[in-house]
């Protein structure tokens, strides 16, 4: 399988907290992606990190990758309620030309206020 | 700019009747993607078309789904004799280049089928 698998399928938490969650892959990448998706609506890219790092942060956001592990993980600090949406790993795979993104069925996050 | 956008936003279609789903890129983005997403699920490559070259259409589930992009701007996804299981929200991304970066999604059309 060429897509990304998140854990947990399923996250609740209290507004403030930190929500960690954990993907997992199977093929070798070039690099991976992080998406959000609010509920009816298009997904947003969070984050990307390249198969040659190992953490990488933007605003609230931490996110690793362990490539020996294939593994990545993404940390959400300071959660707020807007933060609630189902959140996408998606690896890239490492081979010319490929540009497909292969998502798993996410995590959904709730941030209850 | 403007984003990536798609056209309808929801379909409701008559088992066996041929739909038309229309996805505008942001301007000059070269790369072109259409997913399939299910309730519940991720979303589920279908095509990608580099300008207007279909590269990859290993995703389409059966010979019933076609993609264009002519021009190499918009694009269309057409299903023809849809059935249930066609019942789904189709997502269309592009990107400005050709290797493996960020993709740019639409709001998706959300097509019923009864």
């Known amino acids: 399988s060429q897509q990304g698998e998140e854990d947990p399928q399923a996250l609740s938490i209290q507004e403030g907290e930190n929500a960690t969650m954990n993907c997992s892959y199977k093929t070798s990448i070039n690099n991976l992606q992080w998406y959000r998706q609010n509920s009816g609506r298009g997904l947003v890219h969070l984050i990307l990190i390249r198969s040659n790092e190992r953490e990488k942060h933007s605003g609230r956001l931490r996110v690793t990758l362990d490539t020996s592990k294939k593994s990545s993980s993404l940390l959400i600090t300071a959660s707020r309620a807007a933060d609630t949406a189902s959140y996408f790993c998606a690896p890239n795979r490492d081979q010319t030309g490929a540009n497909n993104l292969f998502f798993g069925t996410g995590t959904r996050l709730t941030v209850i206020p | 700019g403007a984003g990536v956008s798609q056209s309808p936003r929801y379909k409701v279609a008559k088992r066996g009747q041929d739909v038309a789903l229309r996805c505008d890129p942001i301007?000059?983005?070269?790369?072109l993607f259409w997913y399939q997403q299910a309730l519940g699920q991720g979303p589920e490559f279908l095509t990608y078309?580099?300008?207007?070259?279909?590269?990859?259409k290993s995703g389409l589930p059966s010979d019933r789904f076609f993609a264009e992009r002519p021009e190499g701007s918009v694009s269309t996804l057409k299903i023809q004799r849809t059935q249930q299981e066609d019942s789904a929200v189709y997502l269309c991304a592009s990107s400005p280049g050709q290797l493996g970066e960020t993709q740019y999604f639409g709001p998706g059309t959300r097509l019923l089928v009864l």
């Open positions: 078309f580099q300008n207007e070259a279909q590269l990859d």
């Open positions: 301007s000059g983005h070269v790369s």
